[in-house]
């Protein structure tokens, strides 16, 4: 049911937000609680633990790394519809961005970008710092490398052959040219390889953030077997993701019964969370904000779409934990539920706080399949498979399956509206103009690639623009 009250203060903020934000979300972003790399002097170990925060704040509050990868990446591929009639969600739904306006894809590129200066800068002042000491400095360096290849996962993955920028220096990075996908991946795969050495395998303090909203030894070995499907080394995914869900001390799927609390802050399924990027205690997300019927949200916004809705096997748990079928003012919708609390009033009603999860460990379940299927090893692919229908409340699948696209099927299910696991699985695997073609009269190849932002190839002339775009 929806929650009234919240209507009736819905109206009430409604003109306000209308006249003083154009009609874009009224969010209550707080600054970084920490000073930013450049801000700070490393000259002590809490000197430089500060600046790390900084920088996870930062990388937390950005609205891309909080919400857009999310929102533009279901919207572009076949997750999400928009209702509101927004021409910038038309663009994306109908994957017809352009270079000059298209917000969202755009601000992919500046977060992105803008984070990985502050993490080269954390890495390159911890090089050599005596004053910090080696083993805190080894510590906060591995973090920050691990973050840096993050973004930049997030932006071949979106935009293919992009900039290598390592350092901070603005004479060497200011007129780079494009790197190819494939050399930006030699350095995700390095950085995370030096990052997983350095890592401890506890959520320390080092960075001043606490839970699971820092990067560990197995966060960074999640990431580096996301890096080795990326690039073809089934056996370099098997091995890693292995690794990550052998560490049962630390990690866990919960039941079927439990699906609503795998995105609370601290969940044993989570691997990496984010920092809240509305208020360090508040116990809600932006995704919560987005997707859910709430102060923020005096309309529906968005629905599943009837191909992602008809996807659920009867009997799914997880069409009941994860989906909510809402009606107001006549107009249908189905949200994503995966994030309950719209606001603040939400998380103290609930005592529920959820993070914003980056990576958890079903993904790694599912990984390890589609690398097993690569490698010919049917049997254990299909384990990992049924380990993760059978949470669902689901039965086994059993031999003679196409694993390929039981894989995909589970993915869609499982992953849908998280960080655009959809958008970038169908790319990875080559199914993207298969699927999107059927299901999109507009759908063009080249739209699997956002187009590099205008602004920034105004600024530096060795840039090239996607093809494609004009």
């Given at each position: 049911m929806?929650?009234?009250?919240?209507?009736?203060?819905?109206?009430?903020?409604?003109?306000?937000?209308?006249?003083?934000?154009?009609?874009?979300?009224?969010?209550?972003?707080?600054p970084p609680k920490?000073?930013?790399p450049s801000e700070i002097i490393f000259n002590s170990v809490?000197?430089?633990?500060?600046?790390?925060?900084?920088?996870y704040s930062q990388l937390s509050g950005s609205q891309s790394y909080s919400l857009n990868l999310t929102l533009a990446d279901a919207l572009a591929a076949d997750e999400l519809h928009s209702l509101s009639g927004s021409a910038r969600y038309a663009a994306l739904e109908n994957n017809t961005y352009e270079p000059q306006s298209s917000s969202y894809t755009s601000d992919i590129w500046t977060d992105s970008y803008t984070s990985i200066y502050s993490f080269n800068s954390i890495i390159e002042r911890l090089k050599n710092n005596t004053a910090v000491g080696e083993t805190a400095a080894r510590q906060m360096s591995s973090e920050a490398l691990a973050m840096r290849a993050y973004c930049y996962m997030q932006l071949v993955g979106h935009f293919g052959d992009v900039p290598l920028v390592v350092s901070t220096n603005v004479n060497v990075t200011a007129l780079l040219p494009r790197s190819s996908a494939a050399a930006v991946y030699t350095q995700i795969i390095q950085d995370l390889t030096e990052a997983k050495?350095?890592?401890?395998?506890?959520?320390?303090?080092n960075s001043g953030v606490?839970?699971?909203?820092?990067?560990?030894?197995?966060?960074?070995?999640?990431?580096?077997?996301?890096a080795y499907l990326a690039t073809g080394n089934a056996q370099g995914a098997v091995s890693n993701a292995t690794e990550v869900?052998?560490?049962?001390?630390?990690?866990?799927?919960?039941p079927g019964n439990q699906l609503n609390n795998v995105f609370l802050a601290g969940s044993r399924e989570a691997i990496f969370q984010l920092g809240s990027a509305l208020n360090e205690t508040s116990g809600y997300t932006n995704e919560g904000q987005e997707f859910v019927s709430g102060i923020y949200t005096f309309a529906l916004p968005y629905t599943l779409t009837d191909a992602l809705l008809n996807s659920f096997e009867p009997g799914d748990l997880r069409r009941s934990a994860w989906v909510r079928d809402v009606t107001l003012d006549g107009v249908n919708a189905s949200e994503s539920f995966k994030y309950e609390n719209s606001d603040n009033d939400d998380a103290v009603a609930s005592g529920r706080n959820e993070a914003p999860t980056v990576i958890r460990l079903a993904e790694m379940y599912l990984l390890r399949a589609e690398a097993n299927a690569t490698l010919g090893n049917a049997a254990a692919a299909l384990a990992d498979i049924n380990v993760i229908r059978n949470r669902a409340g689901l039965p086994a699948l059993t031999t003679g399956i196409n694993l390929n696209l039981a894989i995909e099927h589970e993915r869609r299910i499982e992953l849908f509206c998280?960080?655009?696991?959809?958008?970038?699985?169908?790319?990875?695997?080559?199914?993207?103009?298969?699927i999107l073609g059927a299901a999109k009269p507009t759908w063009q190849s080249f739209a699997q690639l956002f187009p590099i932002p205008q602004t920034a190839?105004?600024?530096?002339?060795?840039?090239?623009?996607n093809q494609g775009y004009r």
């Open positions: 929806i929650n009234i009250s919240k209507l009736i203060k819905s109206a009430g903020l409604a003109f306000f937000i209308f006249i003083s934000t154009g009609c874009q979300k009224l969010l209550d972003i707080k920490n000073e930013l809490e000197s430089a633990r500060g600046a790390l925060s900084g920088a050495a350095g890592l401890s395998e506890a959520y320390t303090s606490s839970g699971r909203s820092q990067v560990n030894r197995s966060a960074a070995t999640a990431l580096l077997a996301r869900i052998n560490h049962t001390d630390l990690y866990g799927l919960l998280e960080r655009g696991d959809r958008w970038l699985s169908l790319k990875r695997t080559g199914r993207i103009n298969a190839i105004d600024a530096n002339p060795n840039l090239t623009q």
